[in-house]
């Protein structure tokens, strides 16, 4: 099964940019979709946004849309969150998560990263 790794969290300024990445490990890395989710203390985890297995298509959350841009380099085994004009109300564990099946839910996702904290501050 793959297995993910997050990294390149930390603090920001508001308005500021960050890009996160998210290492997998095994051979079937290419074959899943790869979702991107965040959860802020206290609050219930949240879609950001999702690739497709080619990186041919992608899906992002309303209130990302404009500022989160996700990629992936399947030679590379690796998938990246870039984010843009970041704003307070971003602060957050950011995930990295594996599917076979495009979706918005967390249900949907079969492998999870550990987590990388993203705080911005004001």
């Known amino acids: 099964q793959v297995q993910l790794v997050e990294s390149g969290g930390g603090l920001v300024q508001a308005g500021g940019s960050l890009r996160l990445s998210c290492a997998a490990s095994?051979?079937?890395?290419?074959?899943?979709?790869m979702g991107w989710f965040r959860q802020a203390p206290g609050k219930k985890r949240e879609f950001v946004g999702v690739?497709?297995?080619?990186?041919?298509?992608?899906y992002y959350a309303d209130f990302v849309k404009g500022r989160f841009t996700i990629s992936r380099d399947n030679g590379k085994n690796m998938v990246w969150l870039q984010m843009n004009s970041l704003k307070a109300e971003d602060t957050a564990v950011y995930y990295c998560?594996?599917?076979?099946?495009?979706?918005?839910?967390?249900?949907?996702?079969?492998?999870w990263g550990q987590g990388a904290q993203v705080t911005v501050s004001s």
């Open positions: 998560a594996a599917t076979t099946r495009i979706g918005s839910s967390d249900y949907d996702y079969d492998v």
């Open positions: 095994g051979r079937t890395f290419r074959n899943y979709h």
């Open positions: 690739i497709s297995w080619s990186g041919g298509k992608t």
